[in-house]
């Protein structure tokens, strides 16, 4: 029996914040070690593809069955619920058309240089606290170096590009998306002008990851999205 | 008991009937039945409008939802002279592939990374419903242990310990290709 036998159990509460449920002395371990702390990774970015798995294969059994012996209420509600419905996305389609998408501009910005280089990731964030005017969201990206960043005003969208080389090598970049207030949480898989991006939606904003790794781009998403503030 | 307006009535009618698709999605995974699903839905929903005075502001929607809609799924269940599926000795105690006994290795880790989201959702479908909804439940549905604990009428610990299996479960089954 290893030393992470008896905390085993108390991952995947950990992983999902449930903190009051789990022995101290399970916290205790698993701030120590490197295999709990990989299988809490783990459980957090496979709740991430579960998420996004289920509102992609599910959509399709969410509309309603009017026809059913149900009240009359009920009917009146669901198709003002369905119009609702449909006023909602023809406001999210005009909004779309009349106003530059955020996520565009923040695959535009990954792209551009980086205006400070630098591996010290204190440093980095003090130049963008000075160039945005805001603190970003402390996130934990294991094994991830901070290379440099940006900072782009594209239309009235205020975008904060930090790159970071990942142990693979590969580039992976997190757009932070100025004015995108938190909208729940889920990462959305997008192809935006052939490249491929995962749009965060966390506690902490909303970020726009993209990167010649596809396992690379989803842990760091993952690690996004369990960002508390 | 506190009087509530017409107007919040009619915000808390609403936010219910928005709530449908979560519902259908939570009757789904009960039922596994597409057709019984949607009644189960539109049954609960009808019930919360006829009810909406039981239900406490302040407290989750859906989790009061879920609890009705799951409430409703037995009594189905036992006017039909059926009953729950139980939870077979083998699921509680069997070490899935051994899968408990160690943590999660950089080979499964690697595996969850990579997997396309139509192979996550199509190994979900594969577990028993004991860990499937659990997990759907904190998952998916983010509620937290205890409302889905209430929803679900077993204690918390029972909670973690299903979600746990559960992920282990998706994350074994997917490393093996199964």
Not at chain 1, 137 to 151: C, F, T
């Amino acid at each position: 029996m290893s030393a992470c036998t008896p905390h085993r159990e108390f991952l995947a509460a950990v992983a999902d914040g449930e903190t009051k449920l789990v022995p101290a002395a399970t916290l205790d371990h698993v701030s120590d070690c490197a295999d709990c702390t990989s299988e809490i990774q783990a459980h957090q970015l496979l709740t991430t593809k579960l998420r996004q798995a289920t509102q992609e294969t599910e959509r399709e059994p969410a509309e309603p069955r009017l026809g059913l012996a149900t009240s009359g209420r009920l009917r009146v509600a669901a198709v003002g619920a369905a119009v609702a419905i449909l006023v909602a996305a023809a406001g999210v389609t005009w909004s779309a058309l009349s106003r530059p998408d955020p996520v565009q501009a923040a695959v535009v910005a990954s792209s551009e240089p980086l205006q400070i280089q630098s591996g010290d990731a204190s440093e980095v964030g003090q130049w963008c606290l000075q160039a945005s005017g805001r603190t970003l969201p402390r996130i934990r990206l294991d094994g991830m170096q901070v290379v440099g960043a940006r900072m782009d005003r594209i239309a009235s969208t205020d975008v904060v590009t930090v790159v970071y080389t990942a142990p693979s090598g590969a580039r992976i970049t997190v757009g932070w998306l100025e004015g995108q207030p938190p909208a729940g949480s889920g990462v959305e898989d997008r192809t935006v002008s052939g490249h491929q991006l995962l749009v965060v939606h966390s506690a902490a904003g909303t970020a726009v990851v993209t990167g010649s790794s596809a396992d690379e781009m989803w842990q760091t998403a993952a690690a996004i999205e369990s960002t508390a503030t | 008991m506190s009087e509530r307006s017409p107007e919040a009535d009619g915000d808390l009618a609403a936010q219910i009937v928005k709530l449908q698709p979560r519902l259908l999605r939570f009757a789904w995974s009960l039922t596994r039945e597409r057709e019984t699903a949607e009644d189960l839905a539109q049954e609960t929903i009808a019930r919360a409008l006829a009810s909406q005075w039981r239900f406490q502001p302040g407290t989750n929607l859906k989790a009061w939802l879920f609890r009705i809609l799951r409430n409703i799924h037995l009594n189905v269940l036992r006017a039909a002279g059926t009953h729950p599926p139980l939870v077979s000795i083998e699921e509680l105690v069997v070490d899935p592939a051994g899968a408990l006994e160690q943590n999660v290795n950089p080979v499964e880790a690697r595996v969850i990374a990579r997997a396309a989201l139509i192979r996550v959702a199509d190994v979900f479908r594969t577990l028993p419903p004991t860990f499937a909804i659990p997990l759907y439940l904190t998952a998916v549905e983010e509620l937290s242990y205890a409302e889905t604990a209430s929803i679900l009428d077993i204690p918390v610990g029972t909670v973690m310990s299903r979600v746990y299996r559960g992920r282990r479960l998706v994350i074994s089954r997917l490393a093996e290709g199964k």
